[in-house]
């Protein structure tokens, strides 16, 4: 039986190994170490934004479905999808602040899911922009 590569783009990327415990191979794909990487962690409502745009996204070039597809296709409830896809109903704004949050370096996360949940639920962006003011001003202080 013969291969033929079939014509079209090649794609070409970097392949690096790092070892891990117990002296077994990681395969990471892309350039090598950052010089610099940043410190800290990216705090989860961020990494939760940024989903939730890539869902939608989703859904709207019909790639997939429907977000019961999705939650299908994650192996995860469609109510923790639709508490995901919520997110989009924030204020563009505020998404963008979430999405700039910056990294967590030790501790719990300033701003949390549960924080934000109270504001998807309201409807008007004036409000939602007050009750985030609130959030954003407590973020500051510090956490018992």
Same mark, same amino acid.
């Given at each position: 039986?013969?291969?033929?590569?079939?014509?079209?783009p090649?794609?070409?990327?970097?392949?690096?190994?790092?070892?891990?415990?117990?002296?077994?191979?990681?395969?990471?794909?892309?350039?090598?170490?950052?010089?610099?990487?940043?410190?800290?962690?990216?705090?989860?409502?961020?990494?939760?934004?940024?989903?939730?745009?890539?869902?939608?996204?989703?859904?709207?070039?019909?790639?997939?479905?429907?977000?019961?597809? *999705?939650a299908?296709?994650?192996?995860?409830?469609?109510?923790?999808?639709?508490? *995901?896809?919520?997110?989009?109903?924030?204020?563009?704004?505020?998404?963008?602040?979430?999405?700039?949050?910056?990294p967590?370096? &030790?501790?719990?996360?300033?701003?949390?899911?549960?924080?934000?949940?109270? *504001?998807? &639920?309201v409807?008007?962006?004036?409000?939602?922009?007050?009750?985030?003011?609130?959030?954003?001003?407590?973020?500051? &202080?510090?956490?018992?």
């Amino acid at each position: 039986m013969r291969i033929t590569r079939p014509a079209g783009p090649t794609v070409q990327f970097d392949v690096h190994f790092k070892t891990r415990n117990r002296g077994s191979k990681h395969l990471h794909l892309g350039p090598g170490k950052a010089a610099h990487p940043t410190p800290g962690r990216i705090p989860r409502v961020t990494k939760l934004m940024a989903l939730a745009i890539r869902l939608n996204d989703l859904v709207r070039s019909g790639q997939v479905r429907d977000y019961a597809e *999705i939650a299908r296709l994650g192996h995860v409830s469609r109510a923790r999808v639709t508490q *995901i896809a919520d997110f989009t109903l924030l204020a563009p704004d505020i998404q963008e602040a979430l999405l700039d949050l910056p990294p967590v370096l &030790r501790g719990r996360d300033p701003v949390t899911e549960r924080d934000l949940r109270p *504001i998807m &639920r309201v409807p008007d962006w004036r409000k939602q922009r007050r009750l985030w003011g609130d959030v954003s001003r407590d973020r500051h &202080r510090p956490r018992c």
